[in-house]
């Protein structure tokens, strides 16, 4: 995160994915941040896409619609895109209707399960509770927000399908990141170090812990 390694990343950078751990750290400022922009309100610009998570362990696949969401006008997608569609189709819908319409739709769902199985890293359960978690960092008409909810699920045993089981109704709403939270001016030109900024915050609140990683969506 050194600037001169920031400048080896293609411009213009349009978002970035943060990955870091839930910690007791974490969770008291996470709840002093809430409590204290429901007491001052803050400027959220209306044209801020942003969705609630009821699909446990799915922040990922969240933040990447939250990262391309608010770029729409940057993206080249393919003819008759999926994402395309379920972006145009939940355009007007409120951040609880895209949760929901995201449960059923299935060309996300099958992305979703089978980039969860690639890799070398082993998927986590759809019963475990992960203690890391993505956000998305964007710019939107010219402030940095910050995108991301958390999700855990105490999916009840019995059923053997992938998404059945992740979406029963015993699941758990645990209210990280109810709403965007806006970091402040930023512009094309100064979006990544401005963004890096943030990320280093929260690697400041737990200095002893490595489980940190950023990705950069950027020009090809």
């Known amino acids: 995160m050194e600037p001169e390694l920031l400048s080896m990343v293609p411009r213009p950078v349009c978002a970035v994915l943060l990955l870091f751990p839930i910690t007791e750290k974490y969770e008291t400022f996470r709840t002093e941040e809430e409590e204290r922009i429901k007491a001052k309100g803050q400027d ?55 949760a929901k319409y995201l449960e059923t739709y299935e060309a996300i769902r099958v992305t979703h399960e089978s980039s969860a199985h690639e890799g070398q890293t082993e998927a986590p359960s759809i019963d475990e509770k992960v203690d890391l978690h993505f956000i998305a960092l964007v710019n939107v008409g010219g402030h940095l927000y910050e995108l991301g909810l958390r999700f855990f699920s105490a999916a009840s045993e019995g059923s053997v399908d ?52 950023a990705i950069a969506l950027s020009a090809a």
Not at 59 to 81: P, Q, V, Y
Request: overall charge negative.
């Open 44 to 98: 959220v610009k209306s044209s801020v896409y942003f969705m609630k998570q009821t699909i446990n362990n799915a922040c990922g696949t969240i933040g990447l619609i939250h990262a391309i969401a608010n770029n729409r006008d940057k993206m080249n997608f393919e003819t008759n895109s999926s994402l395309k569609k379920f972006l145009e189709d939940s355009l007007s819908m409120t951040p609880e209707e895209r």
């Open 162 to 213: 992938f998404f059945q089981r992740t979406l029963q109704p015993t699941s758990c709403w645990d209210g990280r990141k109810p709403f965007p939270i806006n970091h402040g001016e930023t512009s094309d030109d100064s979006f990544l170090e401005d963004a890096i900024e943030v990320c280093k915050k929260f690697m400041e609140r737990d200095p002893e812990e490595l489980r940190f990683n």
